[in-house]
């Protein structure tokens, strides 16, 4: 079936710098989206992406999605510690299931 | 709106019993959703419904069973628990192809 591959699988960060993950994928998809998950708590939609090409800011959070319609990218601009999380990037193709990445953990060092 | 409720948060079971997780969404949303996350493998769709009285089998559909006899309900079953089944569970619901919003979770343990 499709596979989404995320990367880095975790990222060790100081505050106020920027973080970069991204997703790729052997299908094209017709929907990129981003979730942030906390701890104890059900996946949160940050940012989603309708149009090959469409770049989307959400505050800090900017996220594109890839020409080609197999990658897409989430960036954090000066993080904070409150962005510590697992970050889960999920495709859509012609039907109503979505594909989820694996996660990257983030954590924050003030 | 309370958006996407679960119940219960959390439960034990053992092998063999059977229960019934219980969705509910407030936004008149068509499609509703569950998964389970288990460590390492991300989140994999288990069934899946696309309005009131419809379900569809998802990734992982063994060992479940669903039904969606009202639109804001969506209902989880569980008819003998096996140990494989010690999971998180997730529910979520959307209008078609915009993004999905997820309850709270379940957490089950299967003894």
């Known amino acids: 079936g499709q596979q989404l591959n995320q990367s880095p699988q975790s990222m060790f960060i100081q505050e106020g710098e920027d973080v970069s993950m991204n997703c790729t994928s052997s299908?094209?998809?017709?929907?990129w989206l981003w979730y942030k998950q906390d701890p104890g708590e059900g996946p949160v939609l940050l940012i989603a992406?309708?149009?090959?090409?469409e770049l989307t800011s959400n505050g800090r959070l900017t996220a594109q999605f890839g020409i080609t319609r197999k990658d897409s990218f989430l960036n954090i601009s000066a993080s904070i510690p409150s962005d510590v999380g697992i970050y889960f990037c999920?495709?859509?193709?012609?039907?109503?299931?979505?594909?989820f990445g694996k996660g990257t953990k983030l954590t924050v060092n003030p | 709106n309370a958006g996407v409720t679960q119940t219960p948060k959390f439960r034990v079971l053992k092998t063999g019993q059977s229960m019934t997780l219980l969705c509910a969404q407030d936004?008149?949303?068509?499609?509703m959703y569950w998964y389970r996350q288990d460590p390492g493998m991300g989140l994999r769709l288990i069934h899946y419904?696309?309005?009131?009285?419809t379900t569809a089998k998802g990734e992982v559909p063994d060992g479940y069973n669903v039904s969606r006899l009202k639109k804001q309900n969506f209902l989880l079953g569980l008819e003998s628990a096996a140990p494989s089944q010690t999971s998180v569970y997730f529910c979520?619901?959307?209008?078609w192809g915009q993004g999905k919003y997820f309850g709270p979770g379940t957490r089950l343990t299967v003894t």
């Open positions: 979520a619901s959307s209008y």
């Open positions: 299908s094209i998809f017709n929907t």
């Open positions: 992406l309708y149009k090959a090409g």
């Open positions: 999920a495709g859509q193709g012609g039907s109503e299931k979505l594909v």
């Open positions: 936004m008149n949303h068509e499609y």
């Open positions: 419904s696309v309005g009131e009285g």
